[in-house]
């Protein structure tokens, strides 16, 4: 069993940067790929970013692509999303998850734990 907890979101203005962070208790984290996932108000969730376990390769929804990074550090079980360069359409609660398979868009299946999300507000 593993337990997800996000950290680092809250109040931002638009063209500044938060970073992310999953950290992970319970067991590693080390099996699963991660994603992040966001969801605003009155609209779906949908994946931001996902990064394999085994090579480290990262993907991205292309509404992202040169703003956000995904990183993890096995050391401390934590999976971070560096985001830059924000906007108001950035604002949502946004998830990380353990789960299967990353696809190139940035998306995760086959989620086996999520965390309970850290709402970010990019607002001036």
């Known amino acids: 069993q593993v337990q997800l907890v996000e950290s680092g979101g809250g109040l931002v203005q638009p063209g500044g940067s938060l970073r992310l962070s999953c950290a992970a208790s319970?067991?590693?984290?080390?099996?699963?790929?991660i994603g992040w996932f966001r969801q605003a108000p009155g609209k779906e969730r949908e994946g931001v970013s996902c990064i394999v376990n085994s090579d480290g390769s990262t993907y991205y929804v292309d509404s992202v692509k040169g703003r956000f990074t995904i990183s993890r550090d096995n050391a401390k079980n934590t999976v971070y999303l560096q985001m830059n360069n924000l906007n108001a359409e950035d604002t949502a609660v946004y998830y990380c998850?353990?789960?299967?398979?990353?696809?190139?868009?940035?998306?995760?299946?086959?989620?086996?734990?999520w965390g309970k999300g850290t709402l970010v507000t990019v607002s001036s």
């Open positions: 319970g067991d590693t984290l080390d099996y699963y790929n």
């Open positions: 998850a353990a789960g299967e398979l990353c696809d190139g868009s940035g998306d995760l299946y086959g989620m086996a734990y």
